[in-house]
């Protein structure tokens, strides 16, 4: 499986941005997706994550009510709209793929990683 994310930039605080994550390889149905951040000195973290159903979503406490995961199947590609974005979600942003286990939050769970976007919020 390879993921290629983009939409990452330069937004001002309360501004919004839209991720995207597009797969190859792999029946893209198959398989749970999600959102991780590392920002500078930071430990990577979970941001979001969509299960293979479209189904589950899960969501951090700092993306709850601002941020929204979704897929396109058709697409292969997967979603992040970032709104009410604060100086404190500047990071990389990366996408990983599952192994068709739901892994929410776990990161083990995520073989497949694609490269990061940046995202850069000025206060």
């Known amino acids: 499986v390879q993921l290629q994310a983009s939409g990452g930039g330069l937004v001002q605080a309360g501004g919004s941005l839209r991720l995207s994550c597009t797969a190859s390889?792999?029946?893209?149905?198959?398989?749970?997706m999600g959102w991780f951040r590392q920002g500078p000195g930071k430990e990577r973290e979970f941001v979001a994550a969509?299960?293979?159903?479209?189904?589950?979503?899960l969501y951090s406490d700092s993306a709850t009510g601002r941020f929204t995961i979704s897929r396109d199947i058709a697409q292969k590609t997967v979603y992040l709209q970032m709104n009410s974005l604060k100086p404190e979600d500047t990071a990389v942003y990366s996408c990983?793929?599952?192994?068709?286990?739901?892994?929410?939050?776990?990161?083990?769970?995520?073989?497949?990683w694609g490269q990061g976007t940046q995202v850069t919020v000025s206060s």
């Open positions: 990983a793929a599952d192994r068709g286990v739901w892994s929410g939050s776990y990161v083990p769970g995520y073989p497949y």
């Open positions: 390889g792999r029946s893209f149905s198959s398989f749970g």
């Open positions: 969509i299960s293979w159903e479209e189904g589950p979503t």
